[in-house]
Structure formats: structure tokens, C-alpha cells
């Protein structure tokens, strides 16, 4: 790769300027004051970025949890160590020290082959964190305890888990079990994920409840009344006026008498993206004169009791606590109401919209954060339904909420490999012979570019010389296009191109964040497997490097994926940031990155572009032992075989047909090339087993495909 040589070495350079590496491009030399190759952001958004104490500062792993804001939407989870890797604190703010998880080792333990005591998995990975799922239930229930005995209120609350949310056997079966002491239930919003909470709550509390959502049609109420009859405490929703003949009608036949709940369409309306079910137009719901309709026909057939519950949704993701007391409030006086009325009322179930924060900015005013924590969300409501109630005289009802993604979201990482697109090759400063053969077949326009981009860096000018740089790869490329400029020529000045990017940049870190200074690394999944709601509705999530916290990060970085799709990136990230701080990547070692907050929707949305299917998990508990965890299950992830059956292929029909072709190639063959037929028919069978992902070779950090 040719390089910009023809400086005259006797001309004097501006005050720290050396030449890096011979006859190269002359460069500031590095300063204290500079993080190399990261860009420092000046201005006052809220993206990932450099602060100047950061600048001025030997790197530590403090530096690291305040650069990617893991004190903000990690806590009280997540944090950085003194080894520089990503620490798991698996009971909240209870986690003593030494109960801490090293996320990094448990990656090590699983992808270490099963011959070293590992379990010789390839990633992508998900990491499950049971105890992290039972420290949000508890402190759920600990804020709704807490915030009712300090304001008096007379009743009670018992949330339900929205299995839509993640539909995963092992969760549902952890939250049942988790919830049963305080009488925790399900929601389903379809006829098999009813028939997946009927099965879970047979092992849960008596009490818990088990709220059916979602459009209803006769088979959907049957299997309702059904476990209503298996002794389950089932209460039926109408999310439409026509669903109550179904109610009564399949009721009296099956001779089961049903607790009926309704779903209220507020005035209140959430202005983000979550809220477009909220509102007088939301999809879900019932106005008040289709409410006042469901009460008279409900009293005509002697059936008003039967009326126990009401439900509403504000919407996901409710920022503020300003907007939930005033939709809890305008239910809450709804719900008086149908007490006036007769009706059998007991249960206020005030739906989802319980937040998280994804940026660590604890902002209310953005779809990526909220502005309160779980103490002041509990205190909203109790308020809010205690006071309505007391001016009505109304019995204080018991409190249900359907707060999914905040249970979940903390339990899940997905840990992947990333690699740069531009690994840094060993000898590839170029030299003064490189320059010869480029110059030579240069245009007079290009060199008089190239001599004025040399003498803009001489001078500092960062950005005149960067003008002049692509100027002249402009101008090359369209003499190319004409068949005047070859294609090693071109090769050439690409090359010359990306080395005086980068040495600009090491010049002048603060020169800006455009794409000229970013690098893509490739990452090991799919983002519409793994990230759909990043693709589909540009959902942020924190995502990090997973170790190497000691290191000072010197690359701005974007991610694309496997995929075969333009869309198959991240470029957009917490806090608005265009690009990503990482590390250079070290030969012959991985370098993990890890997607956090995710344990809500992704799995149950991810889709099979390109056959990627679903990556491996582990469940990872907290131990006494000497790593402070163990590894209590592990979960396949689905091989070429299992996303080929998805699309209704048959692997073995499949299979056969390759086999036939095989002995027909190989038909009158010789000793010798019967065992490389054999060698043949056995690689493809394996295939058929292998991951769709990508496997790095033992000792390598490229990725090949291969037999897993």
C-alpha cells in the first residue's frame, strides 16, 4: 500500500510533529490530553462520549462505566470491576461483593471446549440471570408493600406477568415460582399462551390471577371458563362490546360462572411512541357509553356481579409520573363509578407502562428512558386510587399491574463476538517504493491533490487536508470508471486514502465524528434474530464491551451483521451517538461485546432472515463456589437443520437428494475416491447439525463456517 512520501524530510514542522513510520504522513505526537482515535464531543447532548476529565486521566474501569453510562442503565445489576469486566450483582443493591458474577468468566466457561471443563458452546450467546428475574419481582412487590402501608391503603396488590413479553418455559416457570408468596400471576393475550399460563399457574398460587387479554372468540372463552373450572382465578377481559354475548352464551352452556373484566379506553394519552393504543382512538377498549352498555346488558341477565375487574393501558414505557397519576387517577374514577352502578367490582388493573431506563439518562422526556424509579412509580398509583376512592367512599380495590418488560428486560445479556472490517496488519506502514509506483500512475490533477494534501498536514490543517484527500479519491475513482487508471492504481489510493484518515485522526481527535473516522466491526448475529425491535421501531439498547475495561477504548465503532441486508446494523446508539468507543482487536483474541436490557420482546420477535436462528443459553445462578456462579441449564440454539424445518424443509429428504448426487459424481471411482466420497457425505451430514453462525477456528479470530 503506497504511502505519502514526497515530504521533503528538511522542512520544518509545526511543534510536536514527527513523521510516523518512514516517509509517512507527518502526525502530531500523542499527548496526554487526547484519547486517541475516540472522538471528544464537545457539545452537550447526551451521547457516549469523552469528557475532558476522561481525556486528561489514566484509563481505569471508572472511566469505562461513566464512558458507556453502565451506572446509569445498569444499576443496581450491572457494573465494571477491577479487572475491567463486566460485573453482575445478581441481588440488586444486596449483592455483597464477594456474590458478584464476572461476566467474562462465565463466557470463558461456556465457549471453552468440554475437554478444558467447559461447555464448548459457540456464541452468539444469551446469558439468563434467574436471580436477577427474582430481585425485580421482589422489589416490585416490596415498592407496591411499602407504598401501601405508608399512605393507609386498605387493600392489597398482585401483579400478573404479560407472557408476551418472553414466552420462554424456564421464565414463565421461574416468575410463577418466584410470585407464588405473593400471589403473583399471568396475563395471556391469545388462545396458546392462555393454554401455557393454565399449565404454569397449576403450580402457582391459588390466588394468583390469571387475566385473559386480547381479541376473544368462542374457543378462546371456552378454554377461559375451562380454567376457571380447574379452580385457576380467571378473569375474562372485554377489549370489545361484542365479546360479552360470547361470554354469556358459552357461560350457560358449559355451566361455569364467569368473573368478568373489562378494558377501559382513557382520554389519557401517552405521547411517545408506546402510546398509540392509548387514547380515545387507541385499538384497544371500550368507550363509556359501550361501558354503560356491558352494565345494563350484564344487569338484564342477572350477571352485574360477575363484573370484577377493570383494566386500562396507557401505554409502554410511560416517561413520567405526571402522565401515570393522571391516567391511574381518570381509571380510578371509573372504576368508583361502576361501584355506583352495582356492579361487582374488586380488582384494578392499571396494565403495563411500568419503564425502564435504556440510556441511563433518567430523562421523562424521551421513549429510551423514564423519569422515576420503582419506589416513586408504587407511591404514584397507592395515591392516586386511595384518593378517588376516599372522596366516593368506595372500598379500597386490590392492585394489579401487568409490568412485563420491567421484569424481564435485566434478566437477559446477549454476549457476541465483533471483529473490525480493517484488522491492522503487521508491516503495513508503507515506503518510499510504494510512492513511486502510485505517482506514477496518477493523473496531473490527482498529484497536484496529493502535494496539497501533504502540505496541509504539514501545516495541521486537518480538515483542508482532509478535503484534498477525498478530493483526489474522487478523482480517481472516476478515472477508473473511464478505463484510465488501473486497478491496483486504485486499490493504491484507497489504501493512501484510509491511512491519512487514520492519521489525521490520531493528530486531532476532536477533528469530528464523520464517517471518514469510523470503523465497522462485524458482529456474530443477526439483528433481526436478535434486535428486531433496533430494526423495526429503532429501540435503543445499552450495548458494550464485556471485558477490557482497563483499556482505554481508541476506535469510534458501527456493527453490522451477518445478514445479507443493508439494514443490518447498528449505527445509532444510547444517548444518540453515531458510533461506538471500542478496542482494537488483538490477534488470535476474541472480543466480546455484550446487548443488555433485552429480556423483553426480542426473542419472541425475532425473525429467521437469512436462516439465523436462536443463539444458546445458559442460566447462570450465584454460588458460594470459587467463580461465585454456577451454570444450572443450558438450551441449544437452533442448528441449520431446526431453521430449515421452519420453513418446512425436510433435512433428511434434503439430505438424501444431496446423497444421490454424491454417489452419481463418484460413480466407477477408485479406492482413494470412495473415502473422499465417504469424507463428502459425512461433511454435508454435519452440516445439516452445524450452527448457522460463525465459528472461529481454534487459535484464529476469523471467522469460518464449519461443523459445530
Request: aromatic share 6%; net charge negative.
Amino acid at each position: 500500500m503506497p504511502a505519502l512520501a514526497c515530504v521533503d524530510a528538511a522542512a520544518p514542522l509545526p511543534p510536536g510533529y514527527v513523521f510516523a513510520g518512514e516517509s509517512a504522513l507527518p502526525t502530531a505526537l500523542p499527548e496526554r490530553s487526547k484519547l486517541s482515535g475516540v472522538v471528544i464531543d464537545d457539545d452537550d447532548s447526551t451521547a457516549v462520549k469523552v469528557t475532558a476529565a476522561m481525556a486528561t486521566s489514566p484509563w481505569s474501569p471508572d472511566l469505562s462505566a461513566s464512558l458507556y453510562k453502565i451506572n446509569g442503565w445498569g444499576a443496581p445489576y450491572f457494573s465494571v470491576n477491577a479487572a475491567g469486566n463486566i460485573s453482575v450483582r445478581p441481588h440488586g443493591v444486596a449483592t455483597m461483593p464477594h456474590a458478584e458474577i464476572d461476566l467474562m468468566k462465565v463466557v470463558r466457561k461456556v465457549t471453552e471446549p468440554k475437554s478444558l471443563g467447559g461447555l464448548g458452546l459457540q456464541l452468539p450467546l444469551i446469558v439468563r440471570l434467574p436471580d436477577v428475574l427474582r430481585d425485580r419481582l421482589e422489589s416490585l412487590h416490596s415498592a407496591f408493600e411499602s407504598a401501601i402501608h405508608s399512605q393507609g391503603y386498605e387493600s392489597h396488590y398482585q401483579g400478573v406477568y404479560p407472557v408476551k413479553c418472553n414466552q420462554d418455559h424456564y421464565i414463565v416457570e421461574d416468575i410463577v415460582e418466584y410470585g407464588r408468596p405473593f400471589r403473583f400471576g399471568l396475563e395471556a393475550g391469545s388462545k396458546p399462551e392462555l393454554l401455557l399460563a393454565m399449565s404454569a399457574l397449576c403450580k402457582g398460587n391459588p390466588e394468583s390471577l390469571l387475566v385473559c387479554n386480547g381479541y376473544k372468540d368462542q374457543e378462546y372463552i371456552s378454554l377461559a371458563l375451562m380454567a376457571r373450572r380447574l379452580g385457576l382465578n380467571t378473569v375474562i377481559v372485554l377489549e370489545q362490546e361484542e365479546e360479552l354475548d360470547l361470554v354469556i352464551d358459552v357461560s350457560r352452556k358449559i355451566g361455569v360462572r364467569p368473573v368478568i373484566g373489562l378494558r377501559a379506553k382513557l382520554r389519557t394519552k401517552h405521547s411517545g411512541h408506546f402510546g398509540s393504543t392509548s387514547g380515545e382512538k387507541g385499538k384497544f377498549g371500550l368507550t363509556t357509553l359501550q361501558i354503560i352498555s356491558v352494565v345494563r346488558r350484564l344487569e338484564r341477565a342477572d350477571m352485574l356481579d360477575c363484573l370484577q375487574l377493570l383494566h386500562f393501558h396507557i401505554g409502554s414505557q410511560i416517561p413520567s409520573v405526571d402522565l401515570l397519576s393522571d391516567g391511574v387517577g381518570e381509571a380510578a374514577q371509573i372504576y368508583c363509578e361502576l361501584v355506583r352502578l352495582g356492579a361487582g367490582m374488586r380488582v384494578l388493573d392499571i396494565g403495563g407502562g411500568l419503564g425502564i431506563d435504556y440510556d441511563g439518562s433518567g430523562s421523562k422526556m424521551s421513549d429510551m428512558s423514564v423519569g422515576y424509579n420503582l419506589e416513586e412509580y408504587a407511591a404514584t398509583v397507592v395515591q392516586a386510587v386511595r384518593c378517588a376512592c376516599d372522596r366516593k367512599f368506595v372500598k379500597h380495590p386490590v392492585l394489579c399491574s401487568e409490568s412485563g418488560r420491567a421484569l424481564v428486560s435485566h434478566h437477559s445479556v446477549l454476549v457476541f463476538e465483533a471483529a473490525p472490517s480493517l484488522p491492522v496488519l503487521d508491516g503495513a506502514t508503507p515506503g518510499q517504493h510504494d510512492l513511486i509506483f502510485l505517482m506514477e500512475g496518477l493523473s496531473d490533477e490527482a498529484r497536484s491533490d496529493y502535494r496539497n494534501l501533504t502540505a496541509a498536514a504539514v501545516r495541521g490543517d486537518y480538515d483542508t487536508c482532509l478535503a484534498y484527500t477525498e478530493q483526489m479519491k474522487q478523482r480517481c475513482i472516476e478515472e477508473f470508471k473511464e478505463g484510465s487508471l488501473g486497478l491496483e492504481h486504485l486499490a493504491a489510493v484507497d489504501g493512501l486514502c484510509e491511512l491519512v484518515t487514520k492519521v489525521v485522526a490520531h493528530g486531532n481527535p476532536a477533528a469530528g465524528s464523520d464517517s471518514p473516522t469510523i470503523r465497522s466491526y462485524h458482529v456474530n448475529l443477526s439483528i433481526f434474530k436478535s434486535l428486531p425491535d433496533l430494526w423495526a421501531i429503532e429501540q435503543l439498547f445499552p450495548i458494550v464491551p464485556i471485558h477490557r475495561h482497563c483499556d482505554r477504548p481508541t476506535v469510534n465503532g458501527v456493527l453490522s451483521d451477518l445478514t445479507c441486508d443493508s439494514d443490518g446494523k447498528v449505527d445509532k446508539f444510547i444517548g444518540g451517538g453515531r458510533s461506538l468507543p471500542l478496542h482494537e482487536c488483538r490477534r488470535g483474541e476474541a472480543y466480546y461485546l455484550g446487548m443488555f436490557l433485552g429480556g423483553a420482546y426480542q426473542e419472541a420477535l425475532g425473525g429467521l432472515h437469512n436462516l439465523f436462528g436462536s443463539p444458546n443459553v445458559v442460566r447462570v445462578v450465584q454460588s458460594d463456589g470459587p467463580h461465585c456462579f454456577a451454570i444450572t441449564g443450558t438450551v441449544p440454539g437452533q442448528s441449520c437443520a431446526d431453521v430449515l424445518r421452519a420453513m418446512q424443509h425436510e433435512p433428511a429428504l434434503m439430505f438424501e437428494a444431496l446423497r444421490v448426487r454424491i454417489e452419481e459424481c463418484f460413480h466407477g471411482a477408485s479406492a482413494a475416491e470412495e473415502e473422499e466420497e465417504e469424507s463428502v457425505a459425512h461433511s454435508l451430514a454435519c452440516s445439516f447439525d452445524s450452527t448457522p453462525y460463525l465459528i472461529a477456528a481454534v487459535g484464529d479470530d476469523e471467522w469460518v463456517h464449519c461443523c459445530a
